[in-house]
């Protein structure tokens, strides 16, 4: 038993019903408030630091719906998207294990918001889709409901992008990239990691074997 289940096993009644389904129904309605009625209220909820310490506390929950889907090339289609993706990690986890994957990501981003001074939901939504697509990375979907890809190449994309940002951006938004990555961090951290131990050992192998054999 890893310390998730003795988590769940203790605290499980305090997961939060439909967790998801509340955030991106935020995201959508602030969305279309800041693009219909006042687009300086993106800042009056975003994650900064002085704010809070001056107490508006409030940040601390509201930046998880400072859109993250605005000026994004599929705009709205990948808000649905996440919503899609939200649901069914809640369906296999439960609400306690979507609300701990949640909730880790968000103290992350806190963390580097107080090292920082501000910080951003998009990681936390991101970790969402890399915990979808490492689960089940042959999971077929429909772009834009024509063209068929897996889920893995879609994450191999996501992560292209998260490695391009984290590696052009600033100090700041490489904090929030990493630490907002916390519940995906915590929950599949160790197999990552032997992924990657064995797929670097399997290759040096291959690449072993082949010398061996050119060499006659």
């Not at 203790?10 to 959508?28: C, K, S, W």
């Not at 994450?155 to 916390?182: K, P, Q």
Request: glycine share 12%.
């Amino acid at each position: 038993m890893n310390w998730i289940d003795k988590l769940e096993r203790r605290f499980g009644r305090y997961g939060i019903p439909y967790l998801v389904n509340g955030l991106i129904i935020g995201q959508l309605a602030v969305g279309l408030f800041i693009l219909i009625i006042n687009w300086r209220f993106g800042l009056a909820i975003s994650l900064d630091r002085d704010a809070v310490l001056h107490g508006q506390i409030w940040r601390l929950v509201t930046f998880l719906f400072q859109p993250i889907w605005l000026g994004s090339v599929l705009g709205i289609l990948n808000l649905f998207f996440y919503f899609w993706i939200g649901n069914s990690l809640t369906r296999v986890w439960g609400d306690f294990r979507i609300t701990l994957y949640i909730l880790l990501g968000v103290v992350g981003t806190w963390i580097g918001a107080f090292l920082t001074g501000g910080g951003s939901p998009y990681a936390v939504y991101l970790s969402m889709m890399f915990a979808y697509c490492w689960m089940w990375p042959n999971q077929g979907v429909m772009l834009w409901g024509i063209i068929p890809f897996k889920m893995k190449y879609l994450g191999w994309f996501e992560l292209a992008i998260w490695l391009w940002e984290f590696i052009a951006g600033s100090f700041a938004t490489r904090i929030s990239l990493v630490l907002g990555m916390a519940g995906f961090i915590a929950f599949f951290g160790r197999e990552v990691f032997f992924w990657c131990k064995d797929t670097i050992l399997g290759y040096k192998r291959r690449r072993d074997w082949q010398n061996r054999n050119n060499r006659w």
